[in-house]
């Protein structure tokens, strides 16, 4: 079985930046990628972010691309979501999702574990 535990997240000023940690435990959690999503209040559950299980294929979603930053610790099984110049509509609950699949997906639909999310609030 599959566990994933989000944590780092907290109330920030527009332009601050937070460091989200994603702890997977499990059977050979290293070898899928894991995704970042959110969800804002009234809204959609938005994909962010992935990265493979090698590190080798990441992908962003426009409106977080050259702001957040994905990255792994395998030593630690942790997936890291680094987010600079935060903004009010960053504000959402943010869940990180393993797939277990060979390559990094942005579909939510095909993420087969989740955590239970922690709150991001920017405000203005």
């Known amino acids: 079985q599959v566990h994933l535990a989000e944590s780092g997240g907290g109330l920030v000023q527009t332009g601050a930046s937070l460091r989200l940690s994603c702890l997977a435990s499990?059977?050979?959690?290293?070898?899928?990628?894991v995704g970042w999503f959110r969800r804002a209040p009234g809204k959609e559950r938005e994909f962010l972010a992935t990265?493979?299980?090698?590190?080798?294929?990441?992908y962003y979603a426009d409106s977080v691309k050259g702001r957040f930053i994905i990255s792994r610790d395998y030593a630690k099984n942790e997936v890291l979501l680094q987010m600079n110049s935060l903004k009010p509509e960053d504000t959402a609950v943010y869940y990180c999702?393993?797939?277990?699949?060979?390559?990094?997906?942005?579909?939510?639909?095909?993420?087969?574990?989740w955590g239970q999310g922690t709150q991001v609030t920017v405000s203005s």
């Open positions: 999702a393993l797939a277990r699949r060979s390559t990094a997906v942005t579909d939510a639909a095909l993420y087969e574990y």
């Open positions: 499990g059977r050979s959690v290293s070898r899928y990628p």
């Open positions: 990265i493979s299980w090698n590190g080798d294929n990441i």
